[in-house]
């Protein structure tokens, strides 16, 4: 049996679907192969057989991919705060599992340069050390010690968000008592610390910026950027700014207004969109489509709070693009490939700030009655995932109603 089946490579003219062509998988000898493992050229069917294949491969493959995402970090000192603590706290549990244990998982050498508050990169640990850490990044051990981050349109003083008539950030005096409690403290123990700064500039009027009347998609096109940016920040888990390229990425490839010129007519266009991206497989660690029906939540709040705080997301948004940008300038690229992203970056960020001045012209009651369709929306997704649907069937919906949402904001 195991003669007949022809395990060679086909020849260059013969076609792809032509079974003599077709590999076994090398892990369980019982599948055609599909994939190839880059480090070993091991041929496999499926992540199971991946997985099982080399255990020294796959580790090797992650450890790389560490160590090429602990190179590439910009450090500073908050960077080694966070380090320092997470480090403090995974050495903390370690020791409370393995009490009886008589090795520790990092040695009093190296506890006292983190204690010291020195840098300490992979060439610092033992060879044990760095097959523990290297154990605990692959079975996601370590996520658990990250201090899950709470969405500043989810806090109390998200509702108490003002800006000045031209759009700008208003300067409130503190008393006494609070500039003290604030110097105590800190600066994130002010309710406004949670809250992304405003325009430090007054917004332009929005005829002044074009000549013709503003598109009643605006208004669609809003809810995707704001679906975009909760995503986003959720993804890297408030702070945007330890990658500003990568998360400048992630929101080019969620949004289709800012990433791909998309000019969805509809709401349930858009967030069919959006939700097809959270759920591919790019995104799909992040939870799938109960991740972005939690997202689709986010954006109701977002819009309850009315203009305010969408002025001051789009400005978080714009500073992110910004500061992406600027890094792009000083990162080693092919020229073509940093061109086009920085294209895409420029073109996006005026969207963002032509839409800013746009929503900051928009009566409170526009964003109540959006809120209610996002609502709506989400209704209708939650349905379609009970009935075995997906976004596809969203789409296809859709397609049926044509323009009758955007008929509704006007």
């Known amino acids: 049996m195991e003669d007949s089946i022809i395990t060679s490579e086909a020849p260059p003219n013969s076609s792809q679907l032509a079974p003599a ?81 008589d090795d520790s998982t990092l040695s009093e050498e190296t506890m006292e340069k983190i204690l010291s508050g020195d840098q300490i990169g992979l060439d610092d640990l033992s060879a044990e050390e760095k097959k523990r850490f290297q154990r605990a990044v692959a079975s996601g051990e370590l ?14 003083s998200a509702r108490t968000i003002s800006l000045s008539q031209e759009g700008t950030q208003l300067i409130q005096p503190l008393s006494n008592e609070e500039t003290m409690t604030s110097t105590q403290h800190g600066p994130e123990s002010d309710p406004a610390h949670d809250i ?25 096109h809003l809810i995707d950027i704001i679906y975009t940016y909760c995503f986003t920040l959720r993804l890297y888990n408030g702070d945007w700014e330890s990658d500003p390229i990568g998360a400048s990425m992630d929101m080019l490839s969620v949004s289709s207004v800012l990433g791909q010129g998309g000019q969805p007519e509809s709401v349930s266009e858009a967030l069919s ?49 910004q500061a992406a940008g600027g890094e792009l300038k000083s990162e080693k690229q092919r020229k073509s490939k940093r061109g086009e992203i920085r294209s895409k970056l420029k073109l996006g ?61 006007e």
């Open 21 to 101: 062509s077709r590999i076994v998988c090398r892990v369980c000898q019982k599948q055609f192969s599909q994939y190839t493992c880059p480090r070993c050229n091991t041929r496999y069917c499926s992540l199971q057989c991946y997985k099982s294949h080399s255990l020294r491969c796959t580790e090797s493959f992650n450890r790389e991919n560490v160590v090429g995402e602990l190179q590439q970090l910009q450090t500073n000192d908050e960077t080694k705060h966070k380090m320092l603590e997470i480090l403090k706290r995974f050495n903390s549990e370690e020791e409370v599992d393995s009490m009886d244990e």
């Open 273 to 321: 969109h959006c939700l097809e991206q959270t759920c591919s497989p790019a995104f799909r660690h992040m939870g799938g489509l109960p991740f972005g029906l939690g997202l689709l939540d986010d954006v109701i709040a977002l819009l309850s709070l009315g203009g305010a705080a969408l002025v001051c997301l789009l400005c978080d948004l714009q500073r992110l693009v």
């Open 196 to 220: 992304p700064p405003g325009p430090e500039t007054p917004l332009p009027p929005i005829n002044k910026l074009s000549s013709t009347e503003p598109s009643p998609l605006l208004a669609v």
């Open 349 to 409: 960020e005026r969207k963002i700030y032509f839409i800013m001045c746009w929503v900051h012209e928009q009566p409170r009651e526009a964003w109540c009655s959006m809120a209610a369709l996002v609502n709506a929306e989400k209704g209708s997704a939650m349905e379609f995932a009970g009935n075995g649907g997906g976004t596809s069937r969203m789409q296809n919906r859709e397609e049926a109603r044509g323009k009758a949402l955007i008929e509704e904001l």
């Open 143 to 156: 996520s658990k010690l990250i201090e899950p981050w709470e969405p500043w349109w989810l806090k109390p």
